[in-house]
């Protein structure tokens, strides 16, 4: 019977709801809250869960009282009634009156949701094909955060790592107890920020701000994924949220900013081939190789290859101005100047020009960068 | 009542057209019907098989069968297709078909553009298969196009952009010659609120489609425009918004979704109270709550989009209004199930397809509650929750409706009847592998995973498995019901006029196999709600 059956179900699925395990990873249900937006959001689920499956239950049981004993086969005779006003308008009255006892809550929960005001800190991040920017706008320091776990491209059953596609060489560390203002922006197409345990969601949109908010309970680790799709790595993205106690927060800061100061690159040193190449590899997978892919071939037909391409391999100045400004034929080819130093473009360049079946021996010194940086202004 | 002599009531069968001629100039609203009909079937398999191909790739995670940038293509056109090319032509084949036998008109009111709008179908879907082989394959964007990702891809786009346009033109045609069929060609004595709920639902679907085709028509040409012409409608760096072209597309996507609801709405109201043998409860609220899920599709449309960062005003509005879509929905489960209470119910696959669809479409109904809270949806939006949800709707409701009504009028249509034994199979097995399928989808969405990847972390693995066994298992139950058609168009038991005991109104009156010409000139009747009829006489001007 169809309906035993699905009454089954949801029965089933409603005593794993009531005694889920608020792990990390619940399986049935939404993971469990790290920040006051997502604890309302989990508790006005289950709310609405609780209102739907009853209404599920009682009207799936109506029916299966009457697929039982109002059936020809038990010889029961049809009555003839086609309409009855009363019931007619309670059973118009009566959902009415539910959604409005849903309304409220749901209500006070979108304005707590808007509610961005009153930051502690704010944080800038901006989505990429296909990676997240993360600029500290308080502290004036930012970095951009790629997947790290390996792409496979394998078989089933090559072993997988721990937390596969849900981590990222840099993560976003914030501290804990601290109001923290997001304001996002995307640089290409639309991604969307979504990390289920902080209850935040929102959409990155190419040329607008928006903003959204969340405080973070206890320290931990929380991942996420792109949400909205971006493209051929939409799957490959993810979040993650280092939340700190304050103090190691502060720490980390420090470290950060130090580093930030030493690590700036001098535009005016004169580098080798060796050198430059081997930087530019770096550069390169994490930037490039997406779409380019590690064998230079590209996609055909969606991203063109380097290998043996006139540009990589003809005049230099060309190569340069597509890296440094984007394509205009073709939008998926961004403006690296943006997003990357002097020394990081100059790096790959010379990396392109002296890869896979690519033998120019040019060395591009970053100063040829810095010098198209200050032409273009 | 009984009329089986007929031929007094403009029954003809001669004068039929023969070979290719008969379909390629087909004006006939049975054989264009037909086309519709076994058009919109080929397309289900072909929408199918890419549905397969991403449950294969999602059986494991890793990247197994197809990279990103080709499983990103399937997504899309398995989108595409199953909207467009399986769902909407088949509402409007079950339209042609039966609605001039249910309102007692000769034809379709415009003959020749009935068959022009079927034929712009077949090259429009030719258009967005071809796009696979071009350079850059097939459009990934998601069937919902967003910009500027649309923007951003290659030929692909452009075909499937001039495929949609080709598509809104058929369907445009096709509603306009169902809302003047309506209007204008209904038998005398049958009045406006005596029609079935099948031609209610058709007609208000059908001023959906009109109103809101152009809309999309509009969203994809500046896409078009913005690949090609230099505008910047979706560009923040020319002065425009990424985001109005969402606005535009769901102003067309929402009620597109009801346009893919309401007919099976129609087809269900006409199948309970057959085999409850019981006449429809509360028909004109079934009329009014249709007509007004019809006005607030209109008023919803941003809940789709409630992650862009609206104003928390915006938010409360669009989630008030889509809320309130729950109420006259509501009325019409509670009214179907009112027509069962005390009806003397048999279960023919008709039947119990029927029931499977209210039981799963309230599922769907109700996840779809869940979903309107827009603080919820924010842990929900973009998740597989979404894709349980519509799916819900979709397979569970318009495609199980499509079921129920082909076996229901299979009778009328071909004079045998189908294998009962494997409808009942085809409707079990369906049922089963349906929830196998998508119910886990919930969970999965629940627990973080995000749609439209191809590759998932792994907690994700095992409800992943599940579903992909579901789809694969789903897929080839679709084969019982292709082997029932096939198999009772030739071997069939011979049906007689009206095989259903519960069934009354008009195209039961007629002789079965319904006759190449039916009712030139219209009968004069008699009819009572619901399309009943009660007494049915000869115009007398033949």
């Not at chain 1, 409603?14 to 619940?26: I, N, P, W, Y």
């Not at chain 1, 502290?139 to 937390?163: C, I, Q, Y």
Request: hydrophobic share 50%; aromatic share 12%; with cysteine.
């Amino acid at each position: 019977m169809s309906c035993l059956r699905l009454c089954g179900i949801s029965a089933i699925w409603f005593v794993l709801h009531s005694t889920a395990v608020q792990g990390e990873t619940a399986a049935f249900n939404l993971q469990a809250p790290a920040t006051s937006l997502a604890r309302l959001e989990y508790d006005l689920h289950s709310m609405l869960l609780w209102v739907t499956g009853l209404i599920f239950l009682l009207v799936s049981g109506v029916m299966l009282f009457a697929i039982v004993r109002h059936r020809k086969s038990r010889a029961y005779r049809a009555r003839t009634f086609h309409e009855n006003t009363t019931v007619e308008i309670i059973w118009t009255v009566i959902p009415l009156l539910i959604l409005l006892a849903i309304a409220w809550p749901a209500t006070r929960a979108v304005l707590s949701q808007k509610s961005t005001h009153g930051e502690d800190m704010t944080i800038r991040i901006t989505g990429y094909q296909w990676k997240w920017r993360y600029d500290y706008l308080d502290d004036n320091f930012g970095f951009v955060s790629h997947l790290s776990t390996p792409r496979t491209g394998t078989a089933a059953g090559a072993a997988l790592p721990e937390h596969y596609l849900l981590e990222v060489d840099e993560p976003l560390v914030l501290p804990t107890g601290r109001k923290v203002r997001l304001l996002l922006t995307a640089n290409d197409v639309i991604h969307s920020w979504w990390v289920p345990q902080l209850g935040v969601k929102q959409d990155a949109i190419p040329g607008f701000l928006r903003d959204a908010w969340f405080m973070v309970d206890k320290p931990g680790i929380y991942r996420g994924q792109c949400s909205e799709l971006c493209g051929k790595d939409h799957g490959f993205m993810p979040i993650v949220v280092d939340a700190r106690s304050p103090e190691d927060y502060a720490r980390w800061r420090d470290a950060r900013l130090k580093q930030a100061a030493t690590a700036a690159d001098d535009p005016a040193k004169a580098w080798t081939l060796a050198a430059l190449r081997q930087r530019g590899e770096t550069v390169y997978s994490q930037n490039c190789l997406p779409c380019h892919q590690a064998s230079g071939k590209g996609i055909p037909g969606n991203f063109p290859a380097l290998d043996g391409s006139p540009v990589v391999n003809g005049d230099k100045a060309a190569h340069l101005r597509i890296v440094f400004f984007g394509s205009q034929r073709n939008p998926a080819m961004q403006a690296w100047g943006k997003q990357l130093s002097d020394t990081d473009i100059a790096a790959v360049i010379t990396y392109e020009r002296n890869a896979w079946g690519n033998h120019s021996g040019q060395v591009i010194q970053p100063a040829e960068i810095h010098a198209l940086r200050g032409s273009s202004g | 009542m009984d009329l089986a002599s007929n031929t007094a009531h403009g029954m003809v069968s001669a004068h039929k057209p023969q070979g290719l001629a008969r379909w390629l100039f087909a004006t006939n609203h049975k054989d264009i019907g037909s086309m519709y009909l076994w058009f919109a079937f080929c397309m289900f398999l072909v929408g199918g098989v890419l549905a397969l191909c991403i449950r294969a790739e999602l059986f494991s995670p890793g990247l197994q069968f197809f990279q990103p940038e080709l499983f990103n293509q399937l997504t899309t056109l398995h989108g595409l297709i199953m909207v467009f090319g399986a769902i909407m032509p088949a509402f409007t084949g079950l339209a042609n078909w039966m609605l001039p036998l249910m309102i007692g008109a000769p034809d379709m009111a415009f003959a020749r553009m009935n068959n022009w709008s079927f034929w712009l179908l077949p090259p429009a879907m030719t258009l967005l298969l071809l796009s696979f082989i071009v350079p850059g394959g097939a459009a990934a964007a998601g069937w919902t196009l967003y910009a500027p990702l649309s923007v951003q891809l290659g030929m692909g786009m452009d075909l499937t952009i001039f495929a949609i346009h080709i598509l809104g033109i058929s369907s445009i045609m096709g509603a306009i010659n169902i809302v003047v069929t309506i209007i204008n060609l209904r038998a005398p004595g049958m009045r406006m609120m005596n029609m079935p709920m099948f031609a209610w639902a058709s007609l208000i679907t059908a001023y959906l489609i009109i109103a809101v085709m152009p809309v999309l028509a509009g969203a994809v040409t500046m896409v078009l425009a913005d690949r090609h012409f230099g505008s910047h409608f979706f560009n923040a760096a020319g002065g425009g918004d990424p985001v109005l072209y969402q606005h535009v597309f769901w102003f067309f996507g929402h009620p597109e979704v009801y346009i893919m609801a309401l007919p099976a709405f129609g087809i269900v109201s006409q199948v309970i109270p057959t085999f409850a043998r019981k006449p429809l409860f509360g028909y004109s609220s079934m009329v009014y709550a249709t007509s007004s899920i019809g006005v607030l599709s209109f008023m919803v449309w941003a809940h789709h989009m409630f992650v862009t960062g609206m104003p928390a005003t915006a938010q409360l509005f669009f989630m008030y209004a889509t809320m309130l879509i729950a109420v006259p929905t509501g009325v019409k489960v509670f009214n179907w199930i009112a027509t069962m209470w005390q009806g003397s119910m048999s279960f023919e696959t008709p039947m119990l397809f029927a029931i499977g669809f209210i039981l799963l479409f309230t599922i769907g109904g109700l996840s779809g509650v869940t979903l309107s809270v827009a603080a919820v949806d924010v842990q929900l939006h973009g998740s597989y929750y979404v894709v349980a949800h519509f799916h819900y709707v979709l397979v569970a409701g318009a495609l199980f409706s499509l079921f129920s009504a082909v076996y229901y009028w299979f009778p009328k249509m071909t004079g045998r009847m189908y294998v009962e034994r494997l409808g009942q199979l085809h409707f079990w097995w369906s049922l089963l592998w349906f929830n196998v399928t998508f119910f886990p989808m919930h969970f999965l969405g629940l627990a973080g995973m995000p749609r439209r990847i191809p590759d998932y972390a792994l907690q994700f693995t095992d409800f992943n498995r599940i579903a992909s066994i579901g789809a694969f298992m789903f897929g080839l139950g679709q084969l019982i019901f292709l082997v029932n058609i096939l198999y009772s168009l030739r071997h069939g038991k011979t049906a007689p006029q009206q095989p259903w005991e519960g069934a009354n109104t008009l195209e039961w009156q007629i002789p079965t196999p319904a006759p190449y010409h039916s009712f030139n000139p219209p009968p004069q009747l008699e009819t009572a709600e619901n399309g009943v009829v009660l007494s049915m006489r000869d115009s007398g001007q033949a």
